[in-house]
């Protein structure tokens, strides 16, 4: 298992836990084994506690992978399609448009679910004409100024969804 060391995810330990116990199902099939991940997972998540994390580590997918199996235990089966549930309305809460336009307005653009989730683009496109289009002048300004690549990358990412979404992407 690999621990990732607190200064670089300073928001709580919980990242760490969670991303060990990923480590952990990955290396690991047996299906009581997987139940008690899950069951971690799903008791972590009713907590309110580390859903962020668990989206941001990519356990949407991993449940998806998880579900697609046959497994003989109706427990971790229906605790799967809880935690997955429970992962959709946390991605939903994670991709607002009053997030999205927090953190493209100061300027701190990571991979966070909004900018790959699809629903979010058909369902915000038309905000991004407020105020004369302020978002997407502060994209570009961020394509023009920023040395660090992964801001860089998700800009390009998110002038090229406006583009595909909205009526007149290639014109504006």
């Not at 997955?84 to 953190?103: H, N, T």
């Not at 407020?130 to 998110?158: G, H, K, Y």
Request: negative net charge; hydrophobic residues 45%; proline residues 5%.
């Amino acid at each position: 298992m690999v621990l990732i060391p607190f200064a670089v995810f300073p928001s709580s330990i919980w990242y760490v836990y969670v991303a060990g116990i990923k480590c952990m199902y990955k290396q690991v099939y047996y299906e009581m084994v997987v139940r008690v991940v899950v069951l971690t997972f799903r008791n972590l998540l009713s907590k309110g506690t580390c859903g962020a994390q668990m989206v941001d580590l990519g356990l949407p997918q991993i449940i998806q992978s998880l579900k697609a199996q046959a497994w003989s235990d109706e427990d971790l089966l229906e605790a799967l399609n809880q935690l997955e549930d429970g992962l959709k309305d946390d991605i939903k809460k994670l991709s607002s448009f009053d997030k999205y336009k927090q953190e493209v307005l100061l300027g701190h653009l990571d991979w966070s679910p909004m900018h790959k989730d699809p629903l979010f683009w058909r369902d915000n496109i038309t905000c991004f004409e407020e105020n004369d289009f302020q978002i997407l002048r502060v994209l570009i300004t961020i394509m023009d100024s920023s040395n660090d690549p992964r801001p860089l990358a998700v800009a390009c990412f998110d002038i090229s969804q406006f583009i595909q979404h909205h009526p007149a992407g290639r014109v504006i």
